[in-house]
């Protein structure tokens, strides 16, 4: 049975919840006992303070006393004396010492704050605890904000430094736990306790680490496990995102697959929700905010992205420390890579360029010298190599979603490009890769990609339609949509075979096998809503119907309706203003489509009108052209209903042309003519009634 009440989402982890514990907990474990300084100075929702609060249980075990001391607890607009003392206070009150705190405070008034806090922990605290004490000081970021806690931390260094001369202080120990750098925490490098700890580093969640999340999806273990892997794939283990993504799986009850997953991702984190996660707001502010450089830390984060060279790690630059310290990016290997999909999704090349035209718009007259020379996204671009050569896919290297291997870009739009590719299971294959800027357009782009894709997969499966190009896979890289399709090879577009010469019969066989494609789709409830000649295939008179719901997904986009203006012969005019679309709009695309086969309209002609003035090929039936004019009403009200309706009516007009005049009348007027037979019918019937009924009668 599923449990989402065993994940910690966000703070301290409670009583009864999950804890993973890591190689950081043994390592902490030990410098305590080893009565080590340590510093832990890590992004925020990496477990910083449950791994504190699990060493002071461990520590109480062994006999080790530990006091936690919360500094925002202390606050920020106090005096000096008062945060000294305050400190004090709640050291007394963890360890229950019998001394008076503040009476001792007052009785030493004639010493300095730091002097009074050193002989503090030497006289009393150590003189009242036998064995070893640990002191855990959290949250130490706050004393930012002050200006007299260079001397505090110059004082931990002093207790140190004086083991050499009084054995006893060997058992007083200080672990200092924060999101902050050690220059950001004390200017003076000559009286920094930094230099003289042991520096922790808490990892993400390896995947065997994370294996107990999996215990709450109320799964059997192996689906259980690859629900988790997949979670995994987007997080990379990052201990906040993990967890949120597995609470609210838990919290739903589904049979999960990856794309489900993906759904899950988008809606929780991606879009719009994005600006709303504490985690991620945490990451944009230090990124934009935090930040005296933020010119310098957006390009080292944007060359970092592009992966164009490797950047190493620098003890010393404040600006790759502060980088690590807003999570975004980790070391692997000494170099500095982006955390996971999820941070590089939301923080994308649009976001960066964004961010970086507001800053330098507000630049002073007198730096923009400087700014000029900062590395531009075209620079580092232009300079990558071996690289496929998109201008709006300058991070992808030769591979996509894991294992498709990207050979040769063969198609591109100002929204999508499309590559040759291979794959171990599918062979040969062809993947469409949308545009990052579809999603800044759009903050639910990838949901609606997502939930759209998920639909149109199913027409692949188990038995795909023999007109209808299969889509094998899909999902999300990076900030990356992309679809996995068959490919084509030695086929031609319809464009090139409408330049042709097409018998009627070949046009209406062809138009026949688009709307079984179609119908096959529309009973799926999928809308094409982009039937067009170049997103057709023929080969051999049989045809493959391509590109579903693309235009759907991202309807709203700029960039996408533009495209769809320069070919709206196809597409209809209610699409066209972003009104809702059905199954009328491909009864629009479809017919346009069999009038352009059928008539003198050049393949050129994109743009044009139709009115119906082109001269129609010869042996066109004046029925089936009426049926065409109608499917093509730019009112969709007076268009077929559905693919079947039109079908049909074309089908009745070639045969019965009696049928035909009654099938093309408005429904108005149907419906009166229906009246009229029937009533007619009444009065025949009860006329022949009559004229029986009197027969009868002379008869007899």
């Known amino acids: 049975m599923a449990n989402p009440n065993i994940y910690t989402v966000g703070g301290t982890i409670q009583p009864n919840r999950l804890y993973i514990p890591r190689q950081a907990d043994a390592n902490l474990l030990t410098l305590c006992q080893e009565n080590s300084f340590v510093y832990i100075l890590t992004p925020r929702q990496m477990g910083k303070s449950s791994l504190m609060v699990r060493t002071t249980k461990e520590l109480a075990k062994e006999g080790i006393h530990s006091v936690i001391i919360d500094l925002t607890l202390l606050g920020a607009h106090v005096s000096p004396e008062e945060w000294y003392l305050g400190l004090l206070m709640i050291v007394q009150d963890n360890l229950q010492l019998e001394t008076d705190v503040v009476n001792w405070w007052q009785i030493h008034s004639h010493l300095g704050f730091t002097q009074r806090l050193t002989r503090f922990f030497q006289r009393v605290l150590l003189a009242e605890k036998k064995g070893q004490t640990v002191i855990f000081i959290d949250e130490i970021d706050t004393t930012l904000s002050l200006d007299f806690t260079d001397d505090f931390y110059a004082a931990i260094r002093s207790l140190y430094n004086a083991r050499a001369y009084d054995p006893q202080l060997s058992r007083l120990s200080f672990v200092l736990i924060g999101v902050a750098t050690p220059s950001d925490l004390i200017r003076d490098p000559r009286r920094t306790p930094f230099n003289i700890g042991h520096r922790l580093d808490l990892a993400d969640f390896s995947f065997e680490e994370a294996l107990p ?3 709450g999806f109320g799964l059997p ?5 690859q629900v988790l892997q997949w979670v995994m794939q987007w997080t990379r283990g990052h201990p906040y995102l993990t967890q949120r993504l597995c609470q609210t799986i838990a919290q739903q009850h589904e049979h999960w697959s990856r794309k489900k997953v993906d759904l899950i991702v988008a809606d929780t984190v991606l879009g719009e929700k994005a600006k709303q996660d504490h985690n991620l707001q945490f990451v944009r502010d230090m990124l934009t905010k935090r930040t005296p450089d933020r010119l310098g830390v957006l390009t080292t984060y944007q060359e970092i992205r592009l992966g164009e060279e490797p950047i190493y790690d620098e003890e010393h630059s404040t600006i790759k420390s502060h980088l690590k310290l807003s ?4 070391l692997e290997n000494d170099i500095l890579q982006v955390r996971n999909p999820i941070y590089e999704y939301v923080f994308n090349r649009q976001w960066i360029e964004e961010v970086k035209s507001e800053l330098l718009d507000g630049v002073l007259e007198t730096t923009k010298p400087a700014v000029a020379s900062l590395p531009q996204e075209s620079t580092v671009r232009s300079q990558k190599k071996n690289k496929i050569g998109l201008r709006f896919l300058p991070e992808l290297d030769n591979i996509i979603g894991g294992s498709y291997q990207l050979e040769e870009e063969i198609g591109k739009t100002d929204c999508a490009a499309v590559f040759k590719a291979s794959h171990p299971g599918f062979g040969r294959i062809a993947i ?6 579809l999603a800044a357009q759009d903050p639910n782009f990838v949901k609606q990609f997502l939930d759209k894709m998920t639909l149109i997969g199913k027409m692949s499966l188990p038995n795909p339609h023999p007109n209808i190009l299969p889509v094998h ?8 949509c992309y679809i996995v399709m068959g490919y084509v090879e030695n086929w031609e577009i319809l464009t090139q075979t409408m330049g042709q010469s097409l018998s009627y019969k070949q046009a209406i066989d062809l138009a026949n096998q688009m709307a079984d494609a179609l119908i096959f789709a529309h009973e799926r409830g999928v809308i094409h809503g982009n039937v067009r000649p170049s997103n057709i295939f023929i080969r051999s008179n049989r045809i493959l119907l391509s590109d579903f719901g693309v235009p759907l997904i991202a309807q709203n986009s700029l960039s ?13 005019p209610e699409q066209l203003k972003g009104k809702e679309i059905d199954e009328r709009t491909d009864v629009y695309a479809l017919g346009t489509i069999l009038y352009q086969m059928l008539t003198n309209l050049s393949k050129n002609q994109a743009s044009v009108s139709i009115v119906g003035h082109h001269s129609w090929k010869a042996d066109t039936p004046e029925r089936v052209r009426k049926v065409i004019l109608r499917a093509r009403s730019t009112n969709p009200n007076k ?4 693919i079947p309706n039109f079908i049909t009516a074309l089908r009745q007009a070639e045969r019965d042309p009696i049928r035909l005049r009654f099938q093309i009348l408005p429904p108005f007027f149907k419906a009166k003519l229906l009246n009229v037979l029937f009533y007619l019918m009444v009065l025949i019937i009860f006329a022949l009634l009559i004229v029986v009924i009197v027969l009868l009668n002379q008869n007899g």
């Open 432 to 437: 469409k890769v949308l545009s990052p800027s």
């Open 221 to 225: 273990s192996d689906e259980a496990k």
């Open 560 to 572: 996408l309706q533009e495209n769809l203006v320069g070919q709206s012969i196809y597409i209809a």
């Open 327 to 330: 999570g975004i990016v980790r």
């Open 473 to 480: 896979d899909f999902g999300v890289d990076r900030e990356y």
């Open 639 to 642: 268009r077929y209903a559905t």
């Open 213 to 215: 999340l999996a215990d």
